[in-house]
């Protein structure tokens, strides 16, 4: 079984992620909105992820639609184990109150 590649797109604030997976998506770009990898950081906690032959595409339809872009990193599959749990964590020690009070 083959590791996928991808690429992630960090950006400044999750307005920003919001509409650039609005601006991919129209532009026929599949994508998904992840929390950021543990070994990547931004202002913001959350990112896009789009496969890795996209890359170019995506960031052609982002500057278009003037979505300002922190970065993008390849990455694989496997380097985003456990993000999910990273954001959980983060949610929880910094107090959200979106986040479910598991101790109740």
């Known amino acids: 079984m083959t590791d996928k590649q991808y690429a992630v797109i960090l950006v400044y604030s999750t307005s920003y992620a919001l509409r650039a997976e609005k601006v991919l998506g129209r532009a026929g770009i ?36 003037r979505v300002e872009v922190e970065g993008v990193h390849e990455t694989k599959k496997s380097d985003m184990q456990g993000a999910r749990s990273k954001v959980w964590l983060r949610s929880l020690t910094h107090g959200d109150s979106r986040a479910p009070n598991r101790l109740s």
Do not use: M, Y
Not at 54 to 60: F, R
């Open 30 to 65: 599949r994508c998904k909105l992840i929390p950021v990898p543990r070994h990547l950081s931004s202002d913001c906690g959350v990112c896009v992820r789009i496969e890795r032959a996209d890359q170019e595409a995506a960031l052609q339809a982002l500057e278009a639609a």
